[in-house]
Nanobody, 115 residues
Framework: VQLVESGGGAVQTGGSLRLTCTAV????????QGWYRETPGNEFELVSS???????WYADSVQGRFTISRDDAKNTPYLQLNSLKSEDTAMYYC???????????WGQGTQVTVS
């Protein structure tokens, strides 16, 4: 069972990235899914989450700039990052969450650096 994030990189302020979470040995279908990030200052926060019915939640800091989505046919969640700011610099993690929105499978992370 494994999650592998990709799509991170170094961009300038105002740029965009799309993060992808590839699942190995598990399915997101019918389950909750989230994206977390850890900043260079070791602040850890939930960025966004999505339920099986498509309902979404966003942290205030990314509302209007980030978009979470999932393609159940491909078993792949995504996080679109637009209008990036320096404070978005962090390691981003994909998670599979239980029914109470507690993550129980984590990816290894993908680095996003905005300068």
């Amino acid at each position: 069972v494994q999650l592998v994030e990709s799509g991170g990189g170094a961009v300038q302020t105002g740029g965009s990235l799309r993060l992808t979470c590839t699942a190995v040995g598990l399915t997101f279908e019918g389950g909750n899914q989230g994206w977390y990030r850890e900043t260079p200052g070791n602040e850890f926060e939930l960025v966004s989450s999505i339920a099986p019915d498509g309902s979404r939640w966003y942290a205030d800091s990314v509302q209007g700039r980030f978009t979470i989505s999932r393609d159940d046919a491909k078993n792949t969640p995504y996080l679109q990052l637009n209008s990036l700011k320096s404070e978005d610099t962090a390691m981003y993690y994909c998670t599979k969450d239980d029914a109470w929105w507690l993550p129980y499978v984590w990816g290894q992370g993908t680095q996003v650096t905005v300068s």
